[in-house]
């Protein structure tokens, strides 16, 4: 049972745009910056947005972040095949001591 | 540019010990946090343990505390994971990570290297 919470699946067609969404409370997102991970097939995770919706040098504008209260979401426009990933939220978690916390996980299919 | 390079992975029968070690370069390692971080066959990621760049503090995940130790040589430019009573539930994949800076995100991923759990 993971800390933050996301939908196991999503899909969408290509050029589709796609949201995913990963919930968690006052003690992680609610006080913390978040951050998305996109995991291509067997490949190690990759930083994809950070302090919210902030995007690395590299990362196309079609990937997009957002926060509100205790609830974060990854948005994707013009979907294309190579998006096909494991999708993952982080952030801060301070209830206990200072550990990081990761999402379930979300599995894009691009149809 | 940021490379890091994880090795000491291998098969280990319960109750054993396994030392993993990251190589890290193309940035000053002294100057950054670094993690630990595991994915189980098929599963999600799990965070294992962090250290504060200069080694001060380290934090673990409830599921390795007592059991993992995480510590770092900024003279070597070098991340460990010591693993003590090993279970079969910590088959994973285990991958070293950079933060951006002082409680900030994990930015720079290792390779991962393999821990195997079995009799």
């Known amino acids: 049972q993971s800390v933050l919470t996301q939908p196991p699946s999503v899909s969408a067609a290509p050029g589709q745009k796609v949201t995913i969404s990963c919930s968690g409370s006052s003690s992680n997102i609610g006080n913390n910056y978040v951050s998305w991970y996109q995991q291509l097939p067997g490949t190690a995770p990759k930083l994809l947005i950070y302090d919210n919706n902030k995007r690395p040098s590299g990362i196309p504008d079609r990937f997009s972040g957002s926060k509100s209260g205790t609830s974060a979401t990854l948005g994707i426009t013009g979907l294309q095949t190579g998006d096909e990933a494991d999708y993952y939220c982080?952030?801060?978690?301070?209830?206990?001591?200072?550990?990081?916390?990761f999402g379930g996980g979300t599995k894009l299919t691009v149809l | 540019q940021v490379q890091l390079v994880e090795s000491g992975g291998g098969v280990v029968q319960p109750g054993g010990s396994l030392r993993l070690s990251c190589a890290a370069s193309g940035f000053t390692f002294s100057s950054y946090g670094m993690h630990w971080v595991r994915q189980a066959p098929g599963k999600g990621l799990e965070w294992v343990a962090f250290?504060?760049?200069?080694?001060?503090?380290?934090y673990y995940a409830d599921s390795v505390k007592g059991r993992f130790t995480i510590s770092r040589d900024n003279s070597k430019n070098t991340l460990y994971l010591q693993m003590n009573s090993l279970r079969a539930e910590d088959t994973a994949v285990y991958y070293c990570?950079?933060?951006?800076?002082?409680?900030?995100?994990?930015?720079?991923w290792g390779q991962g290297t393999l821990v195997t759990v079995s009799s």
């Open positions: 990570a950079k933060d951006l800076g002082q409680w900030r995100p994990l930015d720079y």
């Open positions: 982080g952030t801060w978690d301070s209830s206990l001591s200072a550990n990081w916390v």
């Open positions: 250290i504060r760049y200069d080694g001060s503090n380290k």
